[in-house]
């Protein structure tokens, strides 16, 4: 799947469940800091979305779409810890965007692929909307975080350092 068909897929998605958003055109970017001032949002408003590899055994392990706020980082030792690994650390940029189906940069607050986990921090949730990048450099989302609880049901966990 091609970042712009996971676009349609996701913009298809909203408007089939009636989630309120608005579709943000801008220069391309994938920075978290750099995006939020081309939106204008606040930077801890962002989902900021990255694909963590946990191994469970020597030969399992799992993926994590780990979606925390834009001003905090992931906390690795929280992820490994939630689903009892050995090990975690950032999936390679190659198996985060067959996962994630898109460039890094655009990773969608949303799982596509049953091999990832969505795990979203609960600070994220406190804001009234998140943005992020909508698979694509040049346009971003901002939804209703209401309606992205809904549609996406992420599991909830402290997972932001």
């Known amino acids: 799947m091609s970042e712009h068909e996971t676009y349609t897929k996701l913009i298809g998605l909203l408007e089939e469940r009636g989630a309120r958003f608005r ?84 990773i969608l607050p949303f799982s596509f692929d049953e091999e990832l986990t969505l795990v979203v921090d609960p600070a994220l949730l406190e804001q009234p909307e998140i943005y992020f990048n909508a698979a694509r450099l040049d346009r971003s989302l901002a939804l209703v975080t209401e309606d992205y609880v809904a549609i996406a049901e992420p599991r909830v966990e402290p997972i932001a350092g």
């Open 23 to 106: 579709i943000h055109e801008h220069a391309p970017e994938g920075a978290t800091e750099a995006v939020s001032a081309l939106r204008g949002n606040a930077v801890e408003q962002a989902a900021k979305c990255i694909v963590v590899m946990v191994k469970l055994g020597k030969k399992t392990k799992r993926y994590v779409l780990a979606v925390v706020p834009g001003d905090r980082r992931v906390d690795l030792g929280a992820v490994k810890a939630l689903l009892g690994g050995s090990y975690a650390g950032f999936a390679t940029p190659e198996v985060a965007e067959r996962l994630a189906r898109s460039v890094s940069g655009t």
